[in-house]
């Protein structure tokens, strides 16, 4: 491990909280990823916002940059230590995803450590008349590849998130030791093994983990929104 990650997670947690908003405005987030040509059409504009609001903010004042590419997964943050960025909603689902299981376990096999940045908090969905997924879909101009898909297959629209509160920023810890302790006890699970796309290619497995019985030793930081 090149650092000690408790360390770099707790500069981390600080400038995102020091420097993020509270609230997200689903609207001015999407604009502000069209302005930066970054990933503002995804229909899960929030994780995607976060992404790229801590990149930006922890390259601009710790340096830094992009993570170590594995196949298609590429970390977002690479300092001392590897980090990726996520977002958690607190909707009494205590599950947090990870990441590409194979990736992880790469990383973990390259550089003995992968941490786990998440923005906790609560969502506000769309209204009744879906307008911030109109709003959306018009700024698009057109309709997405998976929207196409979802219409033809005649499955219905998932509500859109319109706006996030940020509760606080976690820190999360992980090393093969833990990874295997964690399957053992059961806070780790594989997610979407045997599931399939929607044009019916496999999923690749990914890690989730239980945040409720997250032992002390996998979270290394937790900072509370001012």
């Not at 997405?144 to 810890?173: D, N, P, Q, T, V």
Request: charged content about 30%.
């Amino acid at each position: 491990m090149p650092s000690d990650p408790r360390s770099e997670a707790s500069l981390v947690c600080k400038l995102l909280v020091a420097h993020l908003s509270q609230r997200w405005e689903g609207k001015n987030a999407v604009l502000e990823l069209k302005e930066a040509d970054y990933q503002w059409r995804q229909m899960e504009w929030v994780g995607w916002y976060f992404e790229f609001k801590a990149r930006t903010i922890l390259t601009q004042n710790l340096g830094g940059g992009l993570g170590p590419r594995y196949g298609l997964t590429q970390f977002d943050y690479r300092r001392e230590n590897v980090w990726d960025f996520k977002v958690h909603v607190l909707s009494g689902q205590p599950w947090a995803i990870v990441n590409d299981k194979e990736a992880v376990d790469l990383c973990i096999r390259d550089f003995g450590f992968v941490g786990i940045i998440l923005a906790v908090g609560e969502a506000q969905l769309d209204d009744e008349r879906r307008r911030f997924k109109a709003w959306h879909d018009s700024l698009k101009g057109r309709r997405s590849l998976y929207e196409e898909e979802r219409i033809r297959r005649g499955a219905s629209s998932r509500i859109r998130k319109r706006a996030f509160m940020m509760a606080r920023i976690e820190a999360l810890g992980l090393t093969s030791r833990l990874l295997r302790e964690g399957v053992d006890d059961g806070w780790v699970v594989h997610f979407q093994e045997g599931m399939r796309n929607a044009n019916g290619s496999p999923r690749r497995p990914k890690y989730m983990v239980n945040l409720d019985v997250l032992p002390e030793s996998a979270r290394i930081r937790s900072l509370p929104t001012r």
